[in-house]
């Protein structure tokens, strides 16, 4: 009876320690995917800050190209902020997002060579956070 007792008891250690195995090995792969989300998230923001320093640069020919650079950026804001919960990613979002309400209102105020400064220091500023 003392044996039989005995390996149920090893049975159920054994149990409880692969849920608490499986699931710690889960809550790692949340903050794995989240870091991953941040990083590929930030790539998109910087190919999009790529795109308006080039829209900036022909904004004589084509102007649409300007705000949809924006958009794209703001698209990819919305995506990243929705996944994370990490108070400086957070942050470094918010002031991405300024940067371009900035410079999406001094294009519509006429300004078609925008000074993009403050998103570019702001989308380094993401990259940084995420890649840290």
């Known amino acids: 009876m003392a044996a039989s007792r005995r390996r149920r008891m090893t049975a159920i250690a054994g149990a409880v320690a692969a849920v608490a195995l499986t699931a710690g090995l889960t809550t790692g792969c949340d903050a794995v995917n989240k870091a991953l989300d941040c990083v590929q998230t930030a790539d998109a923001i910087a190919q999009s800050v790529n795109d308006l320093q080039q829209a900036v640069q022909t904004a004589a020919d ?71």
């Open 62 to 132: 084509d102007p649409t190209q300007l705000e949809e650079s924006l958009a794209s950026i703001d698209k990819n804001l919305d995506e990243i902020g929705d996944k994370t919960d990490n108070a400086d990613v957070n942050k470094a979002v918010d002031s991405l997002q300024k940067a371009v309400t900035d410079t999406r209102t001094a294009v519509e105020n006429g300004d078609t060579t925008p000074d993009i400064s403050g998103i570019t220091d702001a989308a380094g500023e993401l990259t940084k956070v995420c890649t840290s």
